[in-house]
Nanobody, 119 residues
Framework: QVQLVESGGGLVQAGGSLRLSCAAS????????MGWYRQAPGNQRELVAT???????NYADSVKGRFTISRDNAKSTVYLQMNSLKPEDTAVYYC?????????????WGQGTQVTVSS
């Protein structure tokens, strides 16, 4: 059984910062890509940032220069540092990881953490 547990969401004023964390646990053989997605009310879930191998990163245009994704392979944890937050960043943020177990390789999601940015 694999679990992704997120933390770090909350309420912040525009211009502020938050740091999200997502820790993977369970019978993990290896973790390939990890990433963050978000879903605002009435909208589809969208990619925020991904990281592969600890160094190859990809960002949505809307967060480039403000958000930074990083990964601690020893802790099976991915982080999202969010700076210069805007009200339009308000959403539920979900962690995602492609994880290999003895049963094969599957895509896993966290439960989501709410980020609310007030104007």
């Amino acid at each position: 059984q694999v679990q992704l547990v997120e933390s770090g969401g909350g309420l912040v004023q525009a211009g502020g910062s938050l740091r999200l964390s997502c820790a993977a646990s369970g019978s993990i053989l290896s973790i390939n890509g990890m990433g963050w997605y978000r879903q605002a009310p009435g909208n589809q879930r969208e990619l925020v940032a991904t990281i592969i191998g600890g160094t190859i990163t990809n960002y949505a245009d809307s967060v480039k220069g403000r958000f930074t994704i990083s990964r601690d392979n020893a802790k099976s944890t991915v982080y999202l540092q969010m700076n210069s937050l805007k009200p339009e960043d308000t959403a539920v943020y979900y962690c995602n990881a492609l994880i290999a177990t003895l049963q094969g390789r599957n895509n896993y999601w966290g439960q989501g953490t709410q980020v609310t940015v007030s104007s």
